[in-house]
């Protein structure tokens, strides 16, 4: 796969995302893909697992769309940038417990490493600042109550 194929499928794969297209995006990831998210310490392989995942980011915010700031391919690797913006109008499942929705808007830069075999992608690294989404939702102060046992 060439640089411009490789940019091509890693676009597509936010676009998919941002469509809540899901059909799409299984035919853009192998089937034994890995999606570590290293904020929420999260890892989840296959179809399934992902879309699960990625099906309870939208549930929480569902106009939730991602920007491409930046995107360096080399070889079968991409880093990209992104800004996650949406609005928390559902449930926000956390491990330190379910979030209710507040109704603000929230924006957050990320970092995307992914890895593709056979024109597919195999493996996405995604880096986030999760302490900025509890600030922005305004979810701080009350799991910083719960850890006090408060």
Sequence with gaps: MGDRELRDLVRASIEAFN??????????????????????????????????GLKGWRQAFPDMRGTIS?????????????????????ELKTPFGVIPPSSTHNANRAILVLKVENDLIVQDRHYFDFLAILRQIGALPELMKKAAGA
């Design 19 to 52: 469509d809540a297209d899901w059909d799409r995006w299984r035919k853009l990831h192998a089937p034994n893909v890995v999606y570590d998210e290293i904020a929420t310490n999260r890892r989840l392989t296959g179809h399934d697992e992902c879309l699960d």
């Design 70 to 90: 930046n995107l360096v391919v080399s070889e079968n690797q991409a880093v990209l940038e992104v800004t996650w913006e949406g609005t928390h109008k559902g």
